[in-house]
């Protein structure tokens, strides 16, 4: 059965490969900068490491992210990451753990003759960021995904949707928020693919733009327990960060 690694465009690009069985750790970074609409630049970076555990359909995944954000910008900052302020002065500096994540996937669906697939699954965001510093919100989300995919040879079209019950920090105006994207992948090996995303998602709170980003991917397989991955990304909104990128390394047990 071929199946598709489980995300929505969350800390990393969404990439579909021939999963493993078993337990999966990888480690990474990402960088963005973006002004999200005022003057001076705020940039994040981030390093996580995941575990994920695929038994069957079912896939678990939890992310630890540590965080350092520079600069004034509070609400949606591009990718998951969504704080409250504000933070020490237009260049203020903070860091620390972020909010973990915790994912369900599960493969639901296969039509070989077709090439059509389907995944649904849910997200668990938990407060351990420090909303004092800036981090976070103080505050869980939770997320309901669909992700669907047609093949033909080494192509898979894809595209995915799903919804978000914000927590709502006191003071705020924050809304639950809708998201979606469509991408394509294609192996230039048995060990390498590259693809392509669009990503739409409601900004979350309803007085500034969607956010809209752009992603180009390569994944490689380096042996049969090393997987390696890379993305670059641009914003076309002023709620989006204006370029971002990152990489990460895996190991399959």
Same mark, same amino acid.
């Given at each position: ?12 690009? %969404? ?65 998951d ?10 260049r203020g ?33 938990? %407060? ?126």
């Amino acid at each position: 059965m071929r199946k598709f690694l489980f995300t929505v465009a969350t800390v990393f690009a %969404p990439l579909t490969a021939q999963a493993a069985e078993g337990i999966n750790l990888s480690t990474g970074f990402d960088y963005s900068s973006g002004k999200y609409g005022g003057s001076v630049p705020t940039e994040i970076s981030s390093a996580f490491l995941t575990a994920k555990y695929e038994q069957g359909p079912l896939t678990l995944r939890l992310t630890v992210p540590y965080l350092e954000i520079r600069g004034p910008a509070t609400g949606a900052l591009g990718r998951d990451t969504v704080t409250i302020g504000p933070r020490a002065g237009d260049r203020g500096k903070v860091s620390g753990l972020g909010d973990l994540v915790a994912g369900v996937g599960y493969f639901a669906w296969q039509d070989a003759q077709s090439g059509l697939a389907l995944d649904v699954g849910g997200k668990l965001k938990l %407060p351990t960021a420090d909303s004092a510093k800036g981090l976070g919100t103080g505050k869980s989300d939770e997320s309901l995904l669909i992700n669907v995919y047609k093949t033909s040879g080494r192509t898979t079209l894809m595209a995915g949707a799903a919804y978000k019950w914000m927590g709502k920090p006191d003071g705020s105006n924050f809304r639950d928020v809708a998201s979606a994207f469509v991408g394509v992948s294609h192996g230039l090996s048995d060990e390498t693919s590259v693809g392509a995303l669009v990503d739409l998602r409601q900004s979350v709170v309803s007085t500034l733009s969607d956010q809209r980003e752009i992603t180009l991917y390569v994944a490689h397989k380096l042996s049969r327990q090393w997987n390696a991955q890379a993305w670059l990304y641009a914003g076309t909104t002023t709620a989006s960060p204006d370029a971002g990128g990152g990489a990460s390394l895996g190991y399959q047990f």
